[in-house]
């Protein structure tokens, strides 16, 4: 039953993702023999700021592009991610057995012979 409904939102949000990336790639009449981007057009008259803006045209759009593809990697990740997945092998806590351990390569300070004190 989670696998169904898994699927099913999936769906939708794929759904949801081609509808809003075909307006963003969509072109609308905004006056005579002049397009301009459906998105755009409807989210600066949501806005209340002039569609001519192209700078807040370029963020707009470049928000809407991330938002793209979040909702796409999101929908892969959780939604349609396969229901096995590999799990990574675990080490045991105490100590390891000798072939897996990395030589020793610490110095050990070596203490001077008594005799040789006075660097002869």
């Not at 963003?24 to 301009?36: I, P, V, Y």
């Not at 192209?54 to 892969?76: M, N, P, Q, S």
């Not at 991610?81 to 799990?87: F, L, M």
Request: with cysteine; glycine share 10%; hydrophobic share 50%.
């Amino acid at each position: 039953m989670l696998r169904a409904l898994r699927i099913v939102v999936g769906a939708l949000i794929i759904g949801l993702v081609l509808a809003v990336a075909q307006l963003a790639t969509r072109d609308c009449t905004a006056g005579l023999l002049r397009w301009d981007n459906c998105l755009w057009l409807d989210a600066s008259e949501y806005l209340g700021v002039p569609p001519q803006n192209k700078g807040l045209r370029a963020v707009f759009l470049g928000v809407v592009g991330v938002a793209l593809l979040a909702g796409i990697y999101l929908t892969y990740r959780f939604a349609l991610s396969p229901a096995i997945k590999p799990r990574a092998t675990r080490v045991p806590t105490g100590d390891a057995p000798a072939g897996r351990m990395p030589p020793d390569t610490t110095v050990q300070p070596q203490a001077l012979d008594p005799a040789q004190k006075d660097g002869s």
